[in-house]
């Protein structure tokens, strides 16, 4: 709760030696970022820098936003993160526009004047909150659906407003032209929209004032740090998610330095059979419980593989966060729901081999070590997305030079050369296309380790917090210099 505002949560961010990164990037780019960071100070004259969303918890721009915001306050910047209210009616709404971007239709649900009503009335009650503590030249960035509407009111209130869209689709489909047209009106007048690709900006928005900055991870956070095979078997026989014997501890580094213990254990929703053997080759997707990522198309592919003349012990596990820890997300539940049916629907020998696990949310850092050891032990880690804003999960799994399968969909095809850094599925939907390209990398040792030290080096090149970072710097001091 931020001090004197009721109903407006203030996330902690804590401070970060941006030096840490210079053994992977060299000296040369946190030297020019230090500089661009000094020219922003200059620029804000004490203003603070804000970031708005509309949760700390799951999903990338809450992670993104975890791994960023300490290397600006460790960069001196006065920076503030702070969460909208809502109920699960505006979130519903805001889950149907999420949809719409993405070009599908998610539930169906009008986007007419009663949605709207509702949308503005949410939108000017946070506001409202956020005018009792933002001053007037403070810089604000406003993420996805969930915070446009705030934009009119916060400008009028004097503040330097920039709106960032995570979303977005390469297909200007009438979904998306639904949109685009509920959320224009509240876009008219912000001096600068930031996009992860170019096809993602909409025409109301293309008038020389959006930016491309696509996502980074930190490789410094608990959820992407290096990991010993010892530890990362210790964290997942804690949790449940496989079987071996356990010598080591399971520890891992907080993002404040001190030392971490995953202690808690995974919910394991479904599993006929006893859990996956630590030698068995582990097929892994890791996302939110979101038809989108379309988790039960993953589990009929792994099946078809399994139907085919392949001997393979293989087995598959689909994790997620717990349902009730993402509070603007009122589809995971049911997405759940869903998947546990369709497995419940597989012959008895398949059903034993896939797993379907929702990970701790309490603590984001034993969350993120958690994820961390399952994808680094999995032999193939999947984002068979239908739809895929960017998708730092295949970021994650990259830098842990783990070999990728995954849909050539939105911003995963910016972070996969086919063949090369990873496999990409020319159609998400196909069952056998997916197979395939599973049993192609269970058979080839060596061209899974050819992916996966690829796939770590494009990661260190492209999607690090240093670009990023630089990136906001330069625009940082260019609105705060007017």
């Known amino acids: 709760m931020i001090e004197g505002v009721a109903g407006l949560h203030e996330v902690p961010i804590a401070s970060q030696s941006i030096d840490r990164l210079v053994p992977l990037v060299g000296e040369e780019p946190v030297a020019l970022l230090k500089a661009k960071a000094e020219a922003a100070k200059s620029q804000l004259r004490g203003r603070e820098f804000w970031n708005v969303n509309s949760t700390a918890h799951g999903g990338g721009v809450a992670e993104m936003l975890h791994s960023l915001m300490p290397y600006v306050r460790g960069l001196g910047i006065d920076t503030?993160?702070?969460?909208?209210?809502?109920?699960?009616?505006?979130?519903?709404?805001?889950?149907?526009?999420?949809?719409?971007?993405?070009?599908?239709?998610?539930?169906?649900?009008?986007?007419?004047?009663?949605?709207?009503?509702?949308?503005?009335?949410?939108s000017q009650e946070n506001a409202a909150k956020l005018s009792e503590v933002v001053e007037p030249g403070d810089v604000v960035v406003l993420h996805d659906p969930q915070t446009a509407g705030l934009a009119p009111h916060l400008m009028a209130h004097g503040a330097i407003v920039i709106w960032r869209c995570h979303v977005g689709s390469d297909e200007p489909t009438p979904d998306v032209k639904l949109g685009w047209d509920f959320l224009a009106p509240y876009l008219e007048k912000v001096p600068v929209n930031i996009f992860t690709r170019e096809q993602y900006i909409p025409e109301c928005c293309d008038h020389g004032r959006s930016l491309i900055v696509p996502p980074s991870i930190d490789p410094f956070s608990p959820k992407n740090q290096e990991m010993s095979e010892e530890t990362a078997r210790s964290i997942l026989v804690n949790t449940g998610i496989i079987e071996a014997p356990n010598g080591a501890q399971p520890v891992f580094t907080r993002q404040d330095g001190s030392p971490g213990r995953v202690g808690r254990q995974a919910d394991i929703v479904l599993r006929s059979g006893r859990a996956p053997a630590w030698d068995a080759p582990l097929i892994v997707q890791v996302s939110r419980w979101d038809p989108l990522?379309?988790?039960?198309?993953?589990?009929?592919?792994?099946?078809?593989?399994?139907?085919?003349?392949?001997?393979?012990?293989?087995?598959?596990?689909?994790?997620?966060?717990?349902?009730?820890?993402?509070s603007d997300d009122p589809e995971g539940k049911g997405t759940l729901d869903n998947v546990e049916a369709a497995w419940r629907e597989l012959p008895h020998g398949y059903r034993d081999r896939v797993?379907?696990?929702?990970?701790?949310?309490?603590?984001?850092?034993?969350?993120?070590?958690?994820?961390?050891?399952?994808?680094?032990?999995?032999?193939?880690?999947?984002?068979?997305?239908?739809?895929?804003?960017?998708?730092?999960?295949?970021?994650?799994?990259?830098?842990?030079?783990?070999?990728?399968?995954?849909?050539?969909?939105?911003?995963?095809?910016?972070?996969?050369?086919d063949g090369v850094s990873g496999l990409l599925l020319g159609d998400?939907?196909?069952?056998?296309?997916?197979?395939?390209?599973?049993?192609?990398?269970?058979?080839?040792?060596?061209?899974?380790?050819?992916?996966?030290?690829?796939?770590?080096?494009?990661?260190?090149?492209?999607f690090l917090a240093t670009r990023h970072l630089l990136q906001y710097g330069e625009l940082l001091a260019r609105l705060a210099g007017g």
């Open 80 to 122: 503030r993160w702070a969460g909208i209210e809502g109920n699960q009616e505006i979130f519903r709404i805001t889950k149907r526009l999420h949809h719409a971007l993405h070009g599908s239709r998610g539930d169906g649900s009008d986007l007419g004047d009663s949605q709207r009503a509702v949308y503005e009335a949410v």
């Open 428 to 462: 998400p939907r196909d069952a056998d296309e997916f197979a395939s390209a599973l049993e192609r990398l269970l058979k080839d040792e060596g061209l899974r380790t050819k992916l996966g030290d690829n796939a770590r080096e494009k990661v260190r090149e492209n």
């Open 355 to 417: 797993h379907l696990a929702c990970l701790p949310m309490t603590d984001d850092e034993e969350n993120g070590a958690i994820v961390n050891a399952l994808q680094r032990h999995a032999t193939i880690v999947v984002q068979k997305s239908l739809k895929e804003g960017f998708g730092l999960t295949v970021t994650e799994a990259m830098w842990k030079a783990r070999p990728v399968v995954a849909s050539a969909v939105g911003g995963i095809r910016d972070q996969i050369e």
């Open 293 to 326: 990522k379309d988790p039960v198309g993953v589990m009929k592919g792994f099946v078809r593989l399994l139907e085919r003349p392949f001997d393979t012990n293989a087995e598959l596990v689909l994790a997620g966060p717990n349902v009730s820890a993402v």
